[in-house]
C-alpha cells in the first residue's frame, strides 16, 4: 500500500534489535516486498533474511485475518558493555566477617573486583560465590590489597551470573575501626 511503508521505520538495523515491533510506526500496511526490500541492505545476514522473510510470510497471512497485526520478534542479548556492579554499603565492625550480597540485573561475568586501596590491607577476602558456586580456586583468604584499585594483574573471569543469581562476597575486617568498605566489582553485562 503506497504511502503505508518508510524505509525509515523498519529495516537494517532496527530489525536486528533485541525486541523490535515488525509492522509498527506507519509500517502496518507494508506488504511481504516492502519488508525483504527493507532488509537487502549490507550487513545484514542470510540467516537473519531468512527468519525476517518467514516472519513478513507469517504477517502477510495474519494481515488477512487481522489487517493491524503486528508480530515482536524476541532476541537473544546481542550487545555487551562494561560496567561497575557495586555492592551496597555495608559497616562491618572490627574482627567481624560479613558477608555482602547484589543481584545483577543483566547478564553479568566479573572481571575484576575493587577494594579502596586505603581500606584493602585491613580486609581478608574469605569467600566469594555467584550464584552457590564458589569462585576461589582454593579454601582459604585472599588479603584485600590483591583487590586494590591500583593493584597489578588482579583479573579475574568469574562464572556468568544470570538475572536472579546472587553474587556473595564475603569479608573480615582485621582492622581496628568499624569501617563500611565499598566493594565494586566490574565486568560484562549482556543487554
Do not use: C
Not at 72 to 85: D, G, I, K, L
Not at 103 to 110: D, G, N, V
Not at 136 to 152: K, Q, R
Amino acid at each position: 500500500m503506497p504511502g503505508m511503508f518508510d524505509d525509515d521505520d523498519v529495516g537494517g538495523e532496527e530489525i536486528i534489535g533485541i525486541d523490535e515491533i515488525i509492522g509498527d510506526m506507519g509500517a502496518i500496511g507494508a506488504e511481504l516486498d516492502d519488508v525483504l526490500e527493507a532488509i537487502e541492505g549490507e550487513g545484514v545476514s542470510p540467516r537473519t533474511r531468512t527468519k525476517v522473510q518467514r516472519l513478513a510470510n507469517k504477517m502477510s497471512n495474519l494481515r488477512h485475518i487481522d489487517p493491524s497485526a503486528i508480530a515482536v520478534m524476541n532476541r537473544q542479548p546481542s550487545r555487551r558493555r562494561y560496567w561497575h556492579a557495586p555492592f551496597p554499603a555495608t559497616v562491618i565492625n572490627a574482627g567481624v566477617t560479613t558477608t555482602l550480597q547484589m543481584a545483577p540485573q543483566e547478564l553479568f561475568r566479573t572481571e575484576r573486583a575493587f577494594l579502596p586501596s586505603n581500606l584493602a590491607n585491613d580486609f581478608n577476602v574469605t569467600q566469594l560465590f555467584v550464584g552457590q558456586k564458589n569462585q576461589l580456586l582454593v579454601a582459604g583468604e585472599i588479603n584485600g590489597s590483591v583487590f586494590s584499585e591500583v593493584a597489578i594483574r588482579s583479573f579475574l573471569n568469574l562464572d556468568t551470573a544470570n538475572i536472579g543469581n546472587t553474587v556473595s562476597l564475603q569479608l573480615r575486617n582485621d582492622g581496628l575501626v568499624n569501617v563500611a568498605p565499598r566493594p565494586d566489582l566490574l565486568g560484562t553485562a549482556a543487554v
